[in-house]
């Protein structure tokens, strides 16, 4: 069912006001801004691609973030500097970056340790010289001796030799998912890791480069189904390619970004504190904080510890995918809906006993199952407002699109 469809006449008449003005910039927002003012109906004119992943919010691909803008406007609207933010769905650190970019000290809680380990990347203080120059060593290291390994040889993907280092795995994904050369040249790269002092900045260029390289189409990175090991049909290309045969040329071209990236992001950064937990949420203590604003996981859409597994099974890190909230994997049925309305429910409560008095939570989410008017009810909040936005999904060959609501709620009582 389409969002317009379950909007009351009141909130189709906002949404419909709100669809032909101007959408909101939000470096305009104060705190004094209405709520009815705002729209957040952004076309590709209005908020451009390289604004929406300006500096480090492009430092690796994630599914299912929301837009660095959406979170800066209810920064300004409800935060002033030295006030704390949580997140505790933090995903790949949107809410935790913009916050610092305001000065507002910020805590993030996830159960994906991929997760943890890129916000905490994102989020560093680094010194860019030093940083620069680590990530420019450790790239030469591995390109020479990835060159002792196969003397500057071309090879197909399916050829095969003995590496020089101590870099051989029997990890059943890994070998599947990647040719012999591009599985040697992350491990090289891997092995060198240790070396160095940003090693989290290190591991997430590595998983960054193992994303793109693995045995699968150019126009499928986000869920491939099966290795690509023949030539094939490219809808991103609109020609006949190649499986992937290496991983160097993708260390390099994420080496360079990256270095432009933390160089740009520092330029803004501020010393607000950030703060990331890998714990489960439903069962964490949070200290006092003046508000929440976060996007919670889908209903039985995406399997966030699966999106990441060459992470995983690369990096070394601990799984606890079993304690996902809603995973594809549960499907969508009244039953995984029922749990996944009493799993974030308990988020929320735990949250309400930590909410400092006049503390808002803000709510992203696409709640076509109008699963989240009970949520609240069940975490103590009311709803103080509602904003149905309409986005257009730009990205991949997804190219639907859709609606979410952004939840505005108050503690009960």
């Not at 973030?65 to 209810?74: D, G, N, R, S, T």
């Amino acid at each position: 069912m389409e969002l317009q469809e379950l909007l009351t006449g009141e909130e189709k008449k906002a949404y419909m006001y709100r669809s032909v003005n101007k959408p909101t910039r939000p470096e305009t927002v104060t705190p004094e801004t209405p709520l009815e003012d705002l729209n957040l109906n952004w076309r590709e004119v209005d908020l451009p691609e390289r604004e929406r992943t300006k500096h480090v919010h492009r430092l690796h691909p994630y599914l299912g973030k929301f837009i660095p803008q959406l979170v800066e406007i209810f920064l300004r609207k409800y935060f002033k500097p030295g006030q704390t933010v949580l997140d505790p769905f933090c995903g790949s650190g949107t809410t935790l970056v913009q916050a610092n970019e305001l000065g507002i000290n910020s805590i993030g809680c996830d159960i994906s340790a991929f997760n943890v380990l890129l916000c905490r990347a994102k989020t560093a203080e680094y010194d860019p010289v030093k940083a620069q120059k680590e990530i420019q060593d450790i790239l030469k290291r591995t390109e020479a001796e990835v060159k002792k390994i196969y003397g500057g040889r071309q090879m197909a993907f399916w050829e095969d030799e003995v590496p020089a280092l101590s870099v051989e795995t029997k990890d059943e994904y890994l070998l599947t998912w990647y040719a012999p050369r591009a599985l040697t040249e992350l491990l090289v790269y891997r092995h060198f890791i240790n070396d160095y002092e940003y090693q989290d900045l290190l591991k997430v260029i590595l998983s960054r480069s193992a994303r793109s390289a693995r045995l699968t189409t150019h126009f499928d990175l986000d869920f491939p189904k099966k290795p690509q090991t023949e030539p094939y049909w490219c809808y991103k290309h609109s020609r006949m390619c190649q499986p992937t045969a290496e991983a160097l040329k993708f260390l390099s071209r994420y080496s360079y970004d990256t270095v432009g990236r933390i160089k740009e992001f520092a330029q803004v950064r501020t010393g607000a504190p950030v703060e990331v937990l890998h714990a489960d949420s439903r069962t964490v203590n949070f200290p006092p904080v003046h508000g929440v604003i976060t996007s919670p996981p889908y209903v039985g859409l995406i399997d966030y510890h699966e999106q990441h597994a060459y992470a995983y099974r690369l990096l070394g890190l601990e799984d606890k995918r079993e304690n996902e909230i809603g995973p594809a994997a549960e499907g969508t049925s009244q039953r995984a809906k029922q749990k996944y309305q009493e799993d974030i429910a308990e988020v929320f409560r735990r949250i309400g006993e930590s909410l400092l008095p006049g503390g808002k939570v803000i709510v992203v989410a696409a709640d076509t199952a109008g699963l989240y008017g009970e949520i609240a009810r069940l975490a103590g909040f009311e709803q103080e407002y509602v904003i149905n936005r309409h986005v257009n999904r730009r990205t991949g060959r997804r190219a639907s699109e859709f609606y979410e609501s952004v939840f505005i709620w108050e503690k009960r009582g």
